[in-house]
């Protein structure tokens, strides 16, 4: 009987080389795509000794990764899971092989390497396929069956601001299988591998969030002020601000050329007095925080995580990791924050008619809250740009099956009521916010 000789991988080398590479690169570069972005490149497999294949296989693969080192269950390692919610598999014609009477087998020569071409267009949605699993909505899926963008592995050089327990992996996959030994076995891959690609979808800007009571973000914040810590009160300052417009993501590749990505908020102060001897308070630092959540599980969401729902019946199996990225901090001069008098006209008094300005369920002069609208008080707004530092790597706002990602606005400011004893106070608000990738121009369609 003799010997059956296997021969080492490295006898076997395949290589993904995309458009764009340089024969001088190495390590090789990450390429970035958006939706409808064309992924063109060559498989190029060669041998040192002869061999004979059945076929090359030439994919499109995206994979989400878990873990949840938090599982209460006793565990000698981490649980996890991977899902493929992305596999397009381009189809090979019998040109793209060496030429060889049979059809089944053909061979690789040493020195005459193999270069096969491929092209694939980045999605714009997945198939149902990939999100069977039981959902509260019809919605849910929908936005399932958007693809997630890349996240995590270290892919380029800025922080996405990602946990090791998440990670959404885009790659040209390309294998070369053996001729299997008789017609009910299967073929066994030779060689194989997998080039990574960084993949920022075309999404569009979601409605603002509905906030009900006991709402995790807050909107607007009330404190009552005072001269002193055994003083009078001065008044009642409110702070308060709406759902700003998504930062918008340009598509890849960017440079230092690129305008970052911007939205705008605005900030209302309203301070009702005590009485007319009470001053509005002097308003002091401002600061803007984002912050990153990226929800992770080991079983799909039914659901949409957000600051809202992160408490559910599935905290056993997901996980939540936040951080946060300063984007302005500074003192607010009387300039830039002007207080404005009101004193509001007398309410129409009721007429014989009947009719009437007051709403019906109106007493008196007492409005929400129990302030008196007849009552003068101060207002100021304040024009809040923000940007996104260009030394993170910015993912858009997405929800799959398995992963999440959103941000929220930590907004504070401090302010100075009038009088030398009286405490600085700060009123906090916690707003929710979007990224959203914008699709590359003549490709409207795609967000």
């Known amino acids: 009987m003799g010997l059956l000789l296997l021969s080492p991988a490295t006898l076997r080398t395949i290589e993904v080389v995309l458009d764009g590479d340089s024969t001088s690169d190495t390590p090789k570069p990450t390429h970035s795509y958006t939706t409808y972005d064309d992924i063109r490149g060559h498989v190029a497999i060669t041998a040192a000794i002869p061999t004979n294949f059945s076929c090359v296989e030439i994919s499109l693969v995206g994979t989400v990764r878990t873990t949840h080192p938090d599982h209460i269950a006793p565990i000698i390692a981490a649980p996890g899971t991977a899902h493929v919610f992305l596999k397009l598999t381009m189809p090979l014609p019998p040109s793209v092989y060496p030429a060889n009477e049979n059809s089944d087998t053909y061979h690789l020569t040493p020195g005459e390497p193999l270069r096969i071409p491929f092209h694939f267009v980045v999605p714009a949605r997945l198939l149902p396929v990939a999100c069977k699993h039981e959902l509260d909505s019809p919605a849910i899926q929908d936005a399932h069956l958007h693809p997630p963008a890349s996240?995590?592995?270290?892919?380029?050089?800025?922080?996405?601001?990602?946990?090791?327990?998440?990670?959404?992996?885009?790659?040209?996959?390309?294998k070369i299988m053996s001729v299997p030994p008789c017609a009910t076995a299967y073929p066994q891959t030779l060689a194989s591998t997998l080039r990574k690609i960084h993949v920022t979808p075309a999404s569009s800007e979601s409605p603002p969030l509905p906030l009900g009571k006991g709402s995790r973000y807050v909107l607007s914040r009330t404190k009552k002020l005072r001269r002193g810590v055994f003083k009078g009160k001065l008044g009642t300052l409110t702070l308060s601000t709406t759902q700003p417009q998504a930062f918008r993501l340009p598509p890849p590749p960017t440079n230092h050329l690129t305008p970052p990505p911007s939205t705008l908020t605005t900030l209302t102060l309203r301070f009702d007095p005590t009485d007319s001897t009470c001053a509005p308070p002097r308003l002091g630092a401002l600061t803007a925080k984002i912050r990153a959540t990226t929800v992770h599980s080991i079983r799909p969401h039914r659901g949409i995580p957000d600051e809202e729902s992160r408490s559910s019946p599935y905290e056993i199996h997901s996980g939540a990791?936040?951080?946060?990225?300063?984007?302005?901090?500074?003192?607010?001069?009387?300039?830039a924050a002007v207080w404005t008098y009101h004193l509001p006209a007398p309410a129409y008094e009721r007429r014989d008619s009947g009719y009437s300005t007051a709403e019906s369920g109106d007493e008196g002069d007492e409005g929400e809250g129990g302030r008196n609208k007849m009552a003068p008080y101060y207002t100021a707004t304040i024009p809040l740009p923000l940007t996104l530092p260009g030394s993170k790597t910015w993912v858009p706002t997405f929800h799959s099956c398995l992963v999440s990602r959103f941000y929220t606005l930590m907004l504070e400011m401090m302010v100075h009521p009038a009088g030398k004893s009286a405490v600085p106070s700060s009123l906090a608000l916690k707003v929710p916010v979007q990224i959203v990738g914008m699709g590359r121009e003549g490709n409207e369609e795609a967000f």
């Open 151 to 174: 996240l995590g592995g270290f892919l380029l050089p800025r922080d996405d601001l990602a946990p090791e327990m998440a990670t959404v992996t885009y790659g040209v996959h390309a």
């Open 321 to 335: 990791y936040s951080t946060h990225v300063s984007l302005a901090s500074h003192e607010v001069t009387p300039a």
